[in-house]
T-cell receptor
Framework: GQQLNQSPQSMFIQEGEDVSMNCTSS?????WLWYKQDPGEGPVLLIA?????ELTSNGRLTAQFGITRKDSFLNISASIPSDVGIYFC???????????FGKGTKLTVNP | DSGVTQTPKHLITATGQRVTLRCSPR?????VYWYQQSLDQGLQFLIQ???????AKGNILERFSAQQFPDLHSELNLSSLELGDSALYFC????????????FGPGTRLTVL
């Protein structure tokens, strides 16, 4: 099935650094979602975006719905050790019930 | 805690066998979604039920089936299991029929030996 192109695949950063990751598609999406998954757990919804150009924050996390509707970005500021995990983007096309997921960005934060 | 529960947490079985995975959605949620997560394929949407009716189908094999009961809990049945079916199986729920905000359960780890 179709998947979104999520990059980078993995990141190794120092505590306190800012992080950026993105998700792109060849198709237009009407909804973008960002999830975080801890080992052995289910994905947890971080941010939902519904409008092109929308910028939404959740604490130290900020996500944007790209103007072209073909991409989305997630930024984490001042990273802390508990930010460790896998971050997934997900998108929904207009008229579709299905969510399409990226393959995830694995984040490691060194104290 | 998302409010979505899944049982069992772990399941180990042999090839050719049949298993049933269970999911209880968050209170008030009418939609249930099933996903398969494997290392090489990421999260793959399998099927969605809304208020007891099948709503959308994804990459679900014919050996797999699901249903949603009147109390809104859902079961995913996997039969004639193969080694490649080993994966994490997640259930998610949402209030509406659309998948805009889905809340995931903790998953069932299936190992087929």
């Amino acid at each position: 099935g179709q998947q979104l192109n999520q990059s980078p695949q993995s990141m190794f950063i120092q505590e306190g650094e800012d992080v950026s990751m993105n998700c792109t598609s060849s198709s237009i999406f009407n909804t973008w979602l960002w999830y975080k998954q801890d080992p052995g757990e289910g994905p947890v919804l971080l941010i939902a975006l519904y409008k092109a150009g929308e910028l939404t924050s959740n604490g130290r996390l900020t996500a944007q719905f790209g103007i072209t509707r073909k991409d989305s970005f997630l930024n984490i500021s001042a990273s802390i050790p508990s930010d460790v995990g896998i971050y997934f983007c997900a998108g929904r096309k207009g008229g579709s019930e299905k969510l399409v997921f990226g393959k995830g960005t694995k984040l490691t934060v060194n104290p | 805690d998302s409010g979505v529960t899944q049982t069992p947490k772990h399941l180990i079985t042999a090839t050719g066998q049949r298993v049933t995975l269970r999911c209880s959605p968050r209170s008030g949620d009418l939609s249930v979604y099933w996903y398969q997560q494997s290392l090489d394929q990421g999260l793959q949407f399998l099927i969605q039920y809304y208020n007891g009716e099948e709503r959308a189908k994804g990459n679900i094999l014919e050996r797999f089936s699901a249903q949603q009961f009147p109390d809104l809990h859902s079961e995913l049945n996997l039969s004639s299991l193969e080694l490649g079916d080993s994966a994490l199986y997640f259930c998610a729920s949402s209030t509406t029929g659309g998948p805009n905000e889905q809340f995931f359960g903790p998953g069932t780890r299936l190992t087929v030996l």
